[in-house]
């Protein structure tokens, strides 16, 4: 991708678009779908697409994605497929990718895809998302698995807990997939309002996130969440700042 994306010289914020995501009509709405390695999101994906797909590189990267369409109720849908990563803290290439496309690209809804046998680390990676964007829906696959292996999951108790929709699938009998469409039209038509309950750290980092929030907000605008921006800065995490520069160059406000 050259550095001045397509969006910002036509005077447009970034969007999906400049991921190489067409959708055919405005009404279309864009989901990522993500989600650690092997948890089944190829599985869910193919289950809501079938043959509606096509496959094609990132923008100037060699990581392949997939994209896929479907229509629920009155609205048609495009799913894109993210590489499988345990998080997105940006250290891999796949990893980059994923992050970029929930931040920069701005679906209209994240389904994160979990391993319903060891939710515990795929929680880390749910969470990193709920960060970044509030439209996200959990897909808690792999329910005849734990089923199984004896483990129970209170769907009910991590909804609240998290603040945002938990469907249980098993996408491989197409399980729980209507009700997963369901909760990403609602998500991503704005019929129902979640507000995901963020991970709150220690005083010691909040102060600072605190301090820094005012002025990112001043160069970023609306555009991507201040906070989510403080976190990476207090990390130390130096891709960030290439992408924001990479992705928003021109709707930077910068004295
Ligand atoms: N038992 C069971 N197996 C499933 C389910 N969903 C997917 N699988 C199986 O899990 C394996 C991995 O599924 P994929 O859909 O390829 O997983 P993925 O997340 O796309 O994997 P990567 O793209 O490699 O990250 C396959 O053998 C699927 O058939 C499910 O609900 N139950
Ligand atoms: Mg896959």
Known sequence: MSLTCESCKKGKSISYEDFNIKVKSEEERVIALAGNPNVGKSTVFNALTGLNQHTGNWPGKTVSNARGSYQHKDKKFMLVDLPGTYSLLASSVEEQV??????????HATIVVLDATCLERNLNLALQVVELTDRVVLCINLMDEARK?????????????????????????????????????????????????KPIYSSHIEEKIEELVPRIRGIVKDKIDPRWVALRLIEGDKAIMDSIYQYMRDELILE
Request: hydrophobic share 40%; with cysteine.
């Open 98 to 107: 994923a992050r970029d496309f929930i931040c920069f690209g701005k679906p």
């Open 149 to 197: 292996k004896g483990i129970s999951i209170d769907i009910n108790a991590l909804e609240k807990e998290l603040g945002i929709p938990v469907v249980p699938t098993t996408a491989r009998k197409k399980e729980g997939l209507k009700d997963l469409m369901d909760k990403v039209y609602n998500v991503a038509l704005k019929i129902e309002n979640f507000t995901p309950i």
